[in-house]
């Protein structure tokens, strides 16, 4: 049995932060990951560059049965800590979309700064590491197939679901169910929509296709890209609103997220009787998309010139264009889920150092928790905020 003062189950962002920042408290830890490498998901992260964190992270960011849980550890380690982080390390980011960070070469550069930082605070890390028990006795004590560890404390930083074939597992849920925690439900996040019948041939029709757009999910509304694809919808604004969406429902899509549609028509309508409505849509539109309208929408009437429509005619189909209703038949599932919805119940754990309540020196941090975050680098900033209070706690 080799002795620890911390073991951390799971070797992603939230493990790594949260292992060197308890090592540099002068604790001995060593991080135990099931896959042949360390960091995976930070590595196809953001098309290989790294969302790192977001300028604008704030609680409003994020989706939780507690939307208060997540205050005070993001308060405590903020978005500017970490770009301090980052700049310590002289790694080079730029800024994207609405305060997306991303680096400017490689997702590499933000592993190699988190295995710097293990390596300067003495941790040892373990892949290949697969787990088969763990008990507390008194301390916790890990039977794996290098051995067997033990510590006081012992950190679930295993993750969701998403991306099995990265080596996603239910583990950290099933082990937080042996120690008496509340799992809530889990489904897949910022995940892209399918479709079936007539909708899904038109998406086929369209795969490659994107435009500004707005989605709504319930009481949600994303305004981004949207990306037809082979299977339904994709792109920003349709990932944001998955996480949203409950099977069964509705999305309303807004194809002229900044355009009235209606008064669009109908000064046309007055401006230029002569022009084909699809004529005037293509204006604003991609044209593959027109033609999918046109065929959907005024298929009998596609050679009237606009002027020879009536105005409750082109005030119906500005209806559609600024609120085209669908159903999704689901989602592409955990297979390209960013994140997970759910965990382990925040109820569990306190705030300010994500150990558990009922169970001392047990600790949940990162996706595994009930805190998920929206696009564009909300979920890193959380783990990297959870493992701290964490760390600073243990």
Same mark, same amino acid.
Request: with cysteine; glycine share 10%.
């Given at each position: 049995?080799? =002795?620890?003062?911390?073991?951390?189950?799971?070797?992603?962002?939230?493990?790594?932060?949260?292992?060197?920042?308890?090592?540099?408290?002068?604790?001995?830890?060593?991080?135990?990951?099931?896959?042949?490498? +360390?960091?995976?998901? +930070?590595?196809?992260?953001?098309?290989?560059?790294?969302?790192?964190?977001?300028?604008?992270?704030?609680?409003?960011?994020?989706?939780?049965?507690?939307?208060?849980?997540?205050?005070?550890?993001?308060?405590?380690?903020?978005?500017?800590?970490?770009?301090?982080?980052?700049?310590?390390?002289?790694?080079?980011?730029?800024?994207?979309?609405?305060?997306?960070?991303?680096?400017?070469?490689?997702?590499?550069?933000?592993?190699?700064?988190?295995?710097?930082?293990?390596?300067?605070?003495?941790?040892?890390?373990?892949?290949?590491?697969?787990?088969?028990?763990?008990?507390?006795?008194?301390?916790?004590?890990?039977?794996?197939?290098?051995?067997?560890?033990?510590?006081?404390?012992?950190?679930?930083?295993?993750?969701?679901?998403? +991306?099995?074939?990265?080596?996603?597992?239910?583990?950290?849920?099933?082990?937080?169910?042996?120690?008496?925690?509340?799992?809530?439900?889990?489904?897949?996040?910022?995940?892209?929509?399918?479709?079936?019948?007539?909708?899904?041939?038109?998406?086929?029709?369209?795969?490659?296709?994107?435009?500004?757009?707005?989605?709504?999910?319930?009481?949600?509304?994303?305004?981004?890209?949207?990306?037809?694809?082979?299977?339904?919808?994709?792109?920003?604004?349709?990932?944001?609103?998955?996480?949203?969406?409950?099977?069964?429902?509705?999305?309303?899509?807004?194809?002229?997220?900044?355009?009235?549609?209606?008064?669009?028509?109908?000064?046309?309508?007055? =401006?230029?009787?002569?022009?084909?409505?699809?004529?005037?849509?293509?204006?604003?539109?991609?044209?593959?998309?027109?033609?999918?309208?046109? =065929?959907?929408?005024?298929?009998?009437?596609?050679?009237?010139? +606009?002027?020879?429509?009536?105005?409750?005619?082109?005030?119906?189909?500005?209806?559609?264009?600024?609120?085209?209703?669908?159903?999704?038949?689901?989602?592409?599932?955990?297979?390209?889920?960013?994140?997970?919805?759910?965990?382990?119940?925040?109820?569990?754990?306190?705030?300010?150092?994500?150990?558990?309540?009922?169970?001392?020196?047990?600790?949940?941090?990162?996706?595994?928790?009930?805190?998920?975050?929206?696009?564009?680098?909300?979920?890193?900033?959380?783990?990297?905020?959870?493992?701290?209070?964490?760390?600073?706690?243990?």
């Amino acid at each position: 049995m080799r =002795n620890f003062d911390v073991i951390v189950l799971g070797g992603g962002a939230a493990g790594l932060m949260c292992a060197f920042a308890a090592g540099q408290r002068g604790r001995r830890v060593i991080v135990l990951e099931s896959s042949n490498k +360390i960091g995976k998901k +930070i590595l196809m992260s953001g098309g290989g560059r790294c969302n790192f964190t977001n300028l604008h992270c704030d609680p409003s960011r994020f989706i939780s049965a507690n939307p208060h849980f997540c205050i005070s550890a993001l308060q405590r380690y903020t978005q500017w800590d970490f770009v301090a982080l980052v700049e310590k390390h002289n790694i080079a980011y730029y800024e994207k979309t609405a305060g997306q960070l991303f680096c400017e070469r490689s997702s590499r550069d933000i592993l190699g700064m988190l295995e710097a930082e293990c390596d300067s605070a003495g941790v040892q890390i373990l892949t290949h590491c697969e787990v088969q028990a763990v008990r507390q006795p008194d301390d916790f004590e890990v039977a794996s197939n290098m051995g067997e560890f033990s510590a006081a404390a012992l950190v679930i930083a295993t993750g969701g679901l998403s +991306i099995p074939k990265m080596g996603a597992s239910d583990f950290g849920y099933r082990l937080a169910r042996q120690f008496g925690l509340n799992v809530l439900d889990t489904r897949p996040g910022l995940v892209p929509f399918t479709f079936t019948g007539a909708i899904h041939e038109i998406t086929e029709r369209l795969s490659g296709v994107s435009l500004p757009a707005t989605v709504q999910a319930g009481q949600q509304t994303f305004a981004e890209d949207i990306l037809f694809t082979h299977r339904g919808l994709s792109g920003p604004a349709a990932l944001q609103a998955s996480s949203y969406w409950t099977p069964g429902e509705d999305i309303v899509i807004d194809l002229l997220p900044t355009t009235d549609a209606a008064a669009l028509l109908l000064h046309a309508k007055t =401006n230029s009787r002569k022009t084909l409505l699809r004529s005037v849509l293509s204006e604003h539109l991609p044209k593959a998309l027109v033609t999918e309208l046109q =065929n959907l929408c005024w298929p009998t009437t596609a050679d009237k010139p +606009i002027g020879d429509w009536p105005d409750a005619g082109l005030r119906q189909l500005a209806a559609t264009l600024n609120g085209w209703t669908v159903r999704p038949a689901g989602t592409e599932g955990y297979r390209t889920a960013e994140v997970t919805l759910g965990g382990i119940d925040t109820n569990e754990l306190s705030s300010k150092t994500m150990q558990c309540i009922r169970r001392p020196g047990l600790y949940c941090i990162g996706e595994v928790v009930d805190v998920t975050g929206h696009l564009g680098g909300f979920n890193f900033q959380w783990a990297w905020s959870s493992a701290q209070a964490a760390a600073n706690a243990i």
